[in-house]
């Protein structure tokens, strides 16, 4: 027996009805983005190893790129995020930029990883940054388009949340505990597992890290402390503005969001569905250094990203994604009576195509019934018939598969008909 080859473990084949899911979540991204001001770009799909270490953070550059030697020796990798590279490309053209920058990108995204529910080691995402700002309102600002996003698409704010902190408030808050800075990079990781350990083996990890008893209580009540924002003028500002955009519904701290690569340098925030159920939908902050790491000047700036996995999931669950996204394009369809008429049904869809109509031709003679029935199937409205009787008094027959109805035109006002149809 003949074997069909498998895709790639932790790849998807996008078949029309996910390719229009993929499809509708771009526009909406397009849409929010461009609302804002914001530039589309994009970046190569292969980059130098050394533009992630150590920026990003050892783990993404170990075990979860896709690295391997070019012909020349050099080690190269499938990205597996933007943020470095528009680094680098602000870098390399600082001086010729207008700042602030407002760059949005969505496009293919590579890392090796244990495939999961959400997660796949090639995903799709949503970057949008904002460089050269220096403000919480520019944070805010990126909290507008994250909420925007999820407004746009129909998820209310009774069933997500954008939920943030403050890198800085934390370090603060360690420092006030006596907390090394050495660990400081494996504290954040013991607060990112707080809600996702058992309180013995959150305890356990604490000790494992070198936190004292006192510590580890002081860490507690810090996580426990939904009104620690306050201690922040900066906090404080950007809620401000966040209430000024009008997205306060969305938008709560939470002082568990610290978010795990290295190179965040200020707020930082996450998307999570209300039921904790799905978490880091989108995610992102200010990263006001990585810049200068890779050779330009320093510049401010902050951004997040989406991968478009778990949206997806989100907007199913809660039943965001509209019907007919996997139907034809074209809601016209012409059938051929006969294989005498074949050119006669190719010319008439032609014509129908010059006026702007999305049109499709059945392209072989066969029963009507089977070309009604292919209509039905593929969410197509309109089907024409143009049989020996049609041609001979230069007339057409319209179906509106919808309601029933079934009227035969002059061939001239065909387009006219088909139009008030659609327009129904």
Known sequence: MK???????????????EMAVRTWIYNKIRRVSESFGYQEYDAPFLEPILLYDPKSGGELVKEQSFVFPDRGGDLITLRP???????????????????????????PF???????????????????????????????????????????????????????????????????????????????????????????????YAEDVGLNPN??????????????????????????????LGIADYVHFSPLIIRGLDYYTGIVFETWDRDGEFRAVLGGGRYDDLVASIGGDPLPATGFAMGDAVITLVLKKFGCLPGGLEDSPAKVLVTVFDESNLNSSLAFAALLRQSGLNVACYPEAAKLSRQFKYAERMGIRVVIVIGPDELIAETVTLKDLRSGDQVTFPQSQAVQAIQRILGD
């Open 81 to 107: 995020e933007l943020t470095p590279s528009l680094a680098r490309m602000v870098a390399q053209r600082q001086r010729e930029l207008i700042f602030p920058l407002r760059w949005w990108s969505w496009g």
């Open 215 to 244: 510590q580890i209580d002081g860490l507690k009540a810090i996580l426990a402390n939904d009104q620690l924002w306050q201690k922040s003028a900066l906090m404080e500002e950007f809620f401000k503005s966040v209430d000024v």
């Open 110 to 204: 590579w890392r090796y990883e244990r495939p999961q529910k959400g997660r796949y080691r090639e995903f799709f995402q949503w970057n949008i940054d904002l460089i050269g700002v220096d403000t919480p309102q520019a944070d805010a600002e990126m909290a507008a388009l994250g909420a925007s996003f999820l407004r746009e698409c129909g998820l209310n704010s009774s069933q997500v949340s954008i939920l943030v902190n403050s890198r800085q408030l934390m370090d603060a808050e360690l420092h006030a505990l006596e907390i090394p800075l050495k660990k400081k990079t494996e504290v954040f990781r013991l607060i990112d597992r707080r809600d996702k350990l058992s309180e013995a083996g959150w305890d356990a």
């Open 3 to 17: 074997t069909t080859i498998q895709s790639l473990k932790g790849t998807r084949d996008f078949y029309p009805a």
